[in-house]
């Protein structure tokens, strides 16, 4: 008889599931414990220390299906690192089942189970949970420290320009903007030139700089000292110096109001930095590295990106092609994130079908690669197979031509009407409807307004 071994803690508040498994698990596992309500878990957890939880996603408190067992399962992962977490879910809620593992979980088991299924999920999370408790201590928690994941340049003959230009520039240490549409890659285009320079032993730092609020953009960008303000109970290294000697990238740049552009653009001069209530100049060597999404020279027409902060960034240009735009990389980049994911999420699929790679050809990708990715994600956690097939893709959900030119229409005609309104004021017009600046312009380039 096999050796039992693990424990296993179930969470299910249906008292005939629970005897079920009271049932099922025992025989093949050292510890089993059942518990009808996520109350109790804590407690529950810090007494047994399981190897592996069976987590049911709905419980009859739980008024937003699945939330509760979402919330669990990230204070499970947060609190208990290492424990594995096996998603109990059924049929309908599949989708929660997915978001589950996408924040961490080990895997899901729909109801109704099937016995061998449940066990073998169980034995193989706690497999996992035994492997991460044996690795060596010393070594990088991190194995992509010591490794990078290449970025994908496809076949195309776009692609194959930018990989000659990116390969010329990424030794020195000329600065770069990456443009691109949302999802196309750029974040890990600039990572690809940090690995390519003659800085990739240092670090590099990254900063959304439309996601910075104003009041502290200097001081997560520049530093501050203690006391300069009322959380500032010690020096603090803002982004700058963190990336001393080593690579800044700057995402979103085009995002940023004009007075924190000044502010950029002195640094970026000097090449020092004054942290926020000090007087001292700290000299730093970055190579920087910006992305947007943005038409920043219809900006700087506008006024809206200063044309001197414009030239410093713009020393050399790296445009990432729209996925539209190079289709015969969709093949490639499906087999790629379907190699990633199967290995993370436990799956034996290893391929597509032509049916299915088709059927991905036939999506416009508004979102890129991102989107992309997120399809194939879907498809191999819900995988049964050795191959996805066509049905087993779900492409996102496109409007139809006629509904997307009447919301177009529609749009165009309320922006001409705030242009109106505001006699041509574009700070007035972003302000009134809602919308960035950056987004304005992006929308008044494509109605030719």
């Not at 508004?366 to 197979?385: D, H, P």
Request: hydrophobic share 40%; aromatic share 6%.
């Amino acid at each position: 008889m096999t050796k039992k071994q693990g424990k296993i803690l179930v969470v299910d508040d249906n008292l005939g599931i629970r005897k079920a498994l009271q049932l099922l698990l025992p025989p093949h596992f050292a510890e089993v414990e059942l518990i009808a309500s996520p109350t109790t878990l804590p407690a529950t957890m810090e007494r047994m220390q399981p190897d592996v939880v069976l987590l049911d996603m709905n419980f009859h408190a739980d008024i937003n299906s699945g939330n509760e067992g979402l919330y669990w399962t990230n204070e499970i992962l947060r609190r208990w690192p290492g424990t594995q977490v096996v998603l109990f879910t059924a049929y309908a809620d599949i989708s929660l089942a997915v978001e589950g593992m996408k924040r961490g979980a080990f895997d899901f088991i729909a109801k109704p189970w099937d016995n061998e299924k449940l066990i073998d999920t169980l034995l193989s999370a706690y497999q996992k949970k035994q492997k991460l408790h044996g690795r060596d201590h010393h070594a990088p928690k991190d194995q992509s420290q010591l490794s990078r994941t290449p970025f994908f340049w496809g076949s195309s003959h776009s692609m194959a320009q930018l990989q000659h230009l990116t390969e010329k520039v990424a030794p020195t240490d000329a600065t770069v903007l990456i443009t691109g549409e949302n999802g196309t890659g750029k974040d890990v285009l600039a990572h690809e030139i940090h690995a390519l320079s003659l800085r990739s032993d240092r670090p590099m730092v990254c900063v959304d700089a439309g996601a910075i609020t104003e009041t502290l953009f200097e001081s997560e960008l520049f530093g501050h000292v203690k006391g300069a303000f009322t959380d500032a109970h010690s020096d603090h290294k803002g982004k700058f110096e963190q990336a001393d000697g080593g690579t800044l990238f700057l995402d979103e740049v085009g995002n940023l109001p004009l007075h924190l552009q000044a502010k950029l653009l002195r640094v970026l001069q000097e090449r020092k930095v004054v942290r926020v209530g000090s007087e001292r100049a700290i000299p730093v060597d970055i190579r920087l590295i910006c992305a947007t999404n943005c038409d920043l020279e219809a900006m700087v027409r506008e006024g809206t990106f200063r044309q001197d902060l414009y030239f410093r960034i713009h020393v050399f240009h790296l445009h990432l092609p729209a996925l539209r735009e190079h289709t015969d990389d969709i093949g490639a980049l499906a087999q790629l994130f379907l190699d990633t994911y199967a290995q993370r999420y436990h799956r034996q699929v290893s391929g597509l079908t032509s049916e299915a790679i088709t059927k991905l050809c036939s999506s416009p990708w508004r979102g890129n690669i991102r989107e992309l990715q997120n399809v194939i994600e879907r498809a191999v956690i819900l995988s049964e197979g050795t191959l996805l097939t066509a049905n087993d893709i779900e492409l996102p959900k496109q409007p139809s031509t006629t509904v997307l030119g009447k919301l177009e229409a529609a749009e165009e005609q309320t922006i001409r009407e705030a242009l109106a309104n505001c006699n041509g004021n574009l700070s007035m017009v972003a302000k009134q409807l809602g919308i960035s600046r950056p987004t304005l312009y992006a929308k008044l380039k494509r109605y030719k307004i």
